[in-house]
């Protein structure tokens, strides 16, 4: 049996997802983006780091089920769940079993089995980081290919998808960056929705204790208001091609 590291669970989670949901983070990442706001998540074996049987887990997210109503159910975020990969192929069985709906936040970096492990999830929201090799490593310090190899996995599935892309100034913005990036999501499959995230700066003050440099330092946070435009194109586009 093996046991999963828990940075934190958030009972009542309304963002990520559909419904009401208890979002479980994961310890553990790979990726190092300029804009993470949860450093402390990036070791498996963090200061904060509970651990916890699958059996257990589950024991919680059953007491909240009553809340979950028709949509609602858990999402498993991190971190980068992928990483614990064990775990979610002991925990995912036992949701699916209490009739749990189970929702997968990710960038697809994790370490394999990612068909064992999207034959047991309801829905994806996948993070692009970025649409271009030199892009994606300036913003993650890492190579795009193991988050393309489980995307690929999840569209070859069927599994539904929410796109989401943090919007960050001088990174992930711009007239060019916001057409090219309307071109590459319509080469994606099974997209059932899509988020443009502002840039914010809510995790600032974790870099600062765990003695970390900041590396956006000086970069203002932005304004949902500022990406409306090209989110309604983006979900004009997305409309357009399920009504085909």
Known sequence: MSKGYIHSIESMGLVDGPGIRTVVFLQGCRLRCRYCHNPDTWEIGGQRAKQLTPEKLVEQ??????????????????GEPLLQKDFLLEVLPLCRAAGIHV??????????????????TDLVLFDVKHITEEGYRTVTGQER???LRFLETAQRMGTPLWIRHVVVPGLTDGEAHFRALREYLKTIRNVERIE????HTLGVSKYETLGIPYPLKGVS???SQDLQEWQGLLEQDLKERNNQ
């Open 196 to 199: 443009l995230l502002p840039y």
């Open 61 to 78: 997210l059953c007491r909240f089920k009553p809340y979950y109503g028709e949509t609602g159910g858990v999402t498993f975020s991190g």
């Open 221 to 223: 946070p932005l304004s």
């Open 145 to 147: 290919e193991e988050s």
């Open 103 to 120: 929702c997968l936040d990710t960038a697809g970096y994790g370490i394999g089995g990612y068909e064992e492990i999207l034959a047991l």
